[in-house]
């Protein structure tokens, strides 16, 4: 047998995946968590070795569950947390804590950026970003600035900077393969999106020395090969690397003009995919790179929910109202949606992204009364994430003047079918969701298929299988649409407050 190892390293714990060479099934999957650390409020930030010992750990119980030999494994490929930024030395040391994709810490210094109209112009026109905390550029400046052994580094040219795919490519082989890959690039607003290269401009105007940023690759490439390991043996190729919401668009076989998806992780995500032409939003979109291939850069327009997942997650966590992920959904159907008219929850926990971006917005639940309880801000959770995800949506069609009629659906959170019938009557669609709903871990592994040369491109869309379809509830959507105008309101409260 011949396997494709995919390793999805999130937000929140690493995925390790492995599929089938031949079929492309899905064979197994090993999910490792690692801690979160949060310095200060709006600081998130991560420890690289617990980044690394996450992949070790999924990788050894993936291969020991499955019972498979190592050298049964023939490419490798990886997708990841985007925007998190990592600084470590030539012998792979880390530096610092990474700089999470959720953390503000440089709201002042992206004020700052934009201030100036010429360079905001220049940097929206050239990368399709916002200028905003979320993004790499601005961590990359900070940890310059501030991190002792970054500047040590810095000064003895011992120093690399990059997004967690970096660090797991160099890592991966040993030191050896110092790259990045274009949709990682394409989030760090200092890439251009026409030529997919390091802008000198943006460059100056961050004042980032090119000298500590990694090569940029096509999606679909031969980066490398293991080297130096406990846990693989030497000579896999690493023939794939997309960032996570393109690696979940490429496994929805989002692959050609007008393919749409919506991930729901610890944030939401959708992505469109545009072709090959770069369309800039006005109604505070992004766009970013889909994939390349080598030869042609496909484009997509992106809409940001910093929190979706981490909503509930903070219900089941800090306020200890659900055991687990899981339990929401049947602690929301307790609730009525006569009960539910007022109640809203708005889950800003690190500002609000697309398309407001606004990232001192906090987080409310407002419009409660004596008789509210868990299972009422429960399912106003679930109302509060495919609201935010409707905001995208309206601005995505308003954007390019089309009729979306559907949307598929995948991560962890899509299998809650309350969640998803809330979403399909809100948007006015109809909701797909997948038979693997692991899109991510499955798109970096075709991504890696494609890559080492054993299957094209143009096979993807006919391995996509649906496994269930979500319709309008007319009495849901009837009460969703009370509860838009609400939402609204709402936010221009939030705005006005913070």
Not at 193 to 203: A, E, H, P, R, Y
Not at 319 to 330: L, P, R, T
Request: overall charge positive; hydrophobic content about 40%.
């Amino acid at each position: 047998m011949k396997y494709i190892l995919s390793l999805d390293q999130g937000t929140t714990g690493t995925t390790a995946v492995l599929i089938d060479a031949i079929t492309f099934q899905l064979i197994g999957k090993e999910n490792v968590e690692f801690k979160q650390h949060f310095p200060r409020p709006g600081l998130v930030e991560h420890d690289l070795e617990d980044i690394w010992s996450s992949v070790r750990s999924a990788t050894l119980a993936l291969i020991q569950k499955n019972s498979i030999n190592h050298d049964e494994i023939v490419a490798i490929g990886i997708t990841n947390q985007r925007e998190t930024t990592c600084a470590f030395d030539t012998k792979g040391k880390p530096l610092h804590n990474a700089i999470v994709w959720q953390d503000r810490r440089t709201d002042s210094f992206c004020k700052k950026i934009k201030s100036s109209k010429q360079n905001s112009s220049y940097i929206k026109r050239t990368t399709g970003l916002t200028i905003d905390p979320y993004f790499s550029g601005s961590k990359i400046r900070w940890l310059l600035d501030n991190s002792t052994e970054v500047k040590k580094a810095l000064k003895s040219k011992t120093l690399r900077v990059g997004t967690i795919d970096t660090f797991l490519l160099y890592r991966l082989t040993n030191y050896q393969s110092f790259a990045t890959e274009s949709t990682n690039a394409s989030r760090t607003m200092l890439m251009s999106l026409k030529n997919i290269s390091w802008d000198k401009k943006l460059l100056e105007i961050f004042n980032i020395p090119i000298s500590i940023l990694p090569e940029i690759k096509p999606s679909f490439f031969n980066f490398g090969s293991t080297s130096g390991l406990d846990f693989l043996p030497d000579g896999i190729p690493i023939t794939g690397i997309l960032g996570d919401q393109q690696a979940a668009l490429f496994g929805q076989a989002g692959i050609s003009e007008g393919g749409v998806k919506c991930t729901y992780g610890t944030g939401a995500f959708m992505l469109l995919n545009t072709g090959k032409k770069i369309v800039h939003s006005k109604r505070g979109l992004l766009t970013t790179v889909a994939y390349n291939d080598g030869v042609d850069t496909f484009y997509a327009l992106e809409g940001s929910c910093y929190i979706a997942g981490a909503a509930v997650q903070w219900l089941r966590d800090n306020m200890k109202f659900i055991k687990s992920s899981a339990d929401v959904e049947e602690t929301a159907k307790k609730a009525t949606e006569n009960e539910m008219e007022h109640v809203m929850f708005l889950p800003f926990f690190t500002g609000i992204g697309s398309p407001y971006w606004n990232s001192n917005v906090k987080a409310a639940i407002i419009g409660m009364t004596r008789d509210t309880g868990i299972s009422q801000i429960a399912r106003a959770c679930l109302d509060g994430i495919a609201l935010s995800i409707n905001d995208l949506f309206e601005a995505m069609k308003k954007d390019l003047s089309v009729n979306v009629n559907e949307l598929r659906v995948d991560g962890g959170a899509c299998s809650n079918n309350l969640l998803m019938e809330i979403q399909a009557s809100i948007c006015n669609l109809k909701i797909i969701r997948p038979k693997i709903i692991e899109t991510t871990a499955y798109g970096a592994g075709l991504a890696a298929a494609i890559g080492a040369k054993i299957t094209t491109i143009d096979k993807v869309s006919r391995l996509w299988k649906k496994d269930k379809q979500f319709n309008v509830n007319k009495k849901i959507r009837s009460y969703m649409l009370k509860k838009k105008d609400r939402w609204d309101l709402a936010i221009q409260m939030l705005e006005k407050a913070f």
